[in-house]
């Protein structure tokens, strides 16, 4: 397995949740200090509107310059996860991002994922009480090219049509629902077996091998706990013509064994669609936005044991 670096990580945790710039009342806009950030040529929240289920929707939208690169939720050994700081928004109780399926990105001999050029990101808004919401984000995200660039954005939203039902102009923006059919699907899949895995004490951690039917041939897996302070690594992959086995280590913050709750394991199967590739100079390169999308991305939430 790969050194394990969760003090550089700590690090790069900190460097994102620098605080963030005041932006002015103009919606839309976005605030960075000496101007745009390199790489970037727009970034807004679409307006709140409620889809024919009920919910209510809304995305971040983010357009780079050609080649440029930002990072999904759990990105690997050297992306940089962007982080939501909704406090200033009014009359919501949560904004959960829904993430479409990333890309494989190589660069040299990393392998992470995220989205090349643009990224649009749905967010699920739930109303704390009557009447419409008003949302206010501050967001740290890094942008990449042959550097990264951790960009301080404050971006503000309001309801399509003053939150009344059926209002003029409420309708959903399409970006919204192109990329929610991108979000992967549950698993398991039909017909096929949920994940089983096993867990080993090694000397800072945990390390868990995730065996996953009905697989073979995906070229990269996500795993990810939901626990606080838990560092994991890039999964190495062993592939067999009926499945695949992801293997990971999990080091806490304490550095030692511990115990690892397997209903909190997440893990995202990136599929064929979203097949890493290589520009053959040994630079970065990465599939189209939108790869892995419906069947090609699988998440599963929570492991048998084995």
């Known amino acids: 397995m790969k050194t394990h670096s969760p003090t550089i990580l700590a690090a790069l945790a900190a460097t994102l949740a620098l605080p963030l710039l005041p932006a002015p009342a103009a919606a839309q806009a976005f605030a960075q200090e000496n101007g745009r950030p390199p790489g970037l040529r727009s970034a807004e929240l679409l307006p709140v509107a409620t889809l024919p289920d009920g919910r209510r929707m809304t995305a971040l939208v983010v357009e780079m310059e050609e080649g440029w690169k930002t990072y999904w939720r759990s990105p690997g050994d050297s992306g940089m996860p962007p982080g ?26 990393d392998r992470t994922l995220g989205y090349h050029d643009a990224l649009v990101l749905p967010v699920r808004v739930d109303a704390a009480g009557e009447g419409p919401v008003a949302l206010d984000l501050k967001l740290a995200i890094g942008l990449c090219k042959n550097v990264c660039v951790p960009a301080r954005l404050h971006l503000v939203a309001d309801e399509a049509g003053g939150g009344a039902v059926g209002a003029a102009g409420a309708a959903p923006d399409p970006r919204i629902a192109q990329a929610l059919a991108r979000v992967p699907v549950a698993g398991p899949l039909p017909g096929r077996a949920t994940p089983a895995c096993t867990v080993t004490d090694i000397p800072d951690g945990v390390r868990v091998a995730a065996t996953l039917p009905g697989h073979a041939g995906s070229p990269s897996v996500a795993m990810e706990v939901m626990q606080d302070g838990v560092w994991v690594s890039q999964p190495e992959l062993v592939q067999a013509a009926d499945g695949l086995t992801a293997t990971a280590d999990f080091v806490p913050p304490e550095a030692k064994p511990f115990t690892l709750d397997l209903s909190k394991l997440r893990m995202t199967v990136i599929g064929r669609d979203a097949a890493a590739a290589a520009d053959g100079t040994g630079g970065e390169a990465g599939v189209g936005a939108g790869a892995g999308a419906g069947p090609g991305a699988v998440e599963y939430q929570g492991c048998a044991a084995s």
């Open 84 to 109: 939501f700081d909704w406090t200033g928004s009014t009359n919501v109780r949560a904004a959960e991002p829904l993430w479409p399926a990333p890309e494989v990105i190589l660069s040299g001999s």
